[in-house]
């Protein structure tokens, strides 16, 4: 099932609203907190590797994560 993309904004009322920091977030699903804050606030687009990676886990864009990335999400759930 195919989920709508979110805003940046709809992500971090959801974030607020499950009292979740970005920090924690990046911690979770094991990627960096600095490229997470740099997709989150849109200084990077998210077209290519982590970054992308990133911009699909948070619901920014629709798209396939990178093999490795799906294997941490998995270890991680």
Known sequence: ???PQ???EQVRAEMRH???SLAEWARTHKVS???AHEVLSGRCKGHRGAAHDIAVLLGL????LRRKAR???AATA
């Open 33 to 35: 907190y600095s490229l």
């Open 71 to 73: 294997k941490a999400k």
């Open 1 to 3: 099932m195919k989920h």
């Open 61 to 64: 864009k629709a798209g396939q």
């Open 6 to 8: 979110k805003t940046a």
């Open 18 to 20: 499950a009292g979740l």
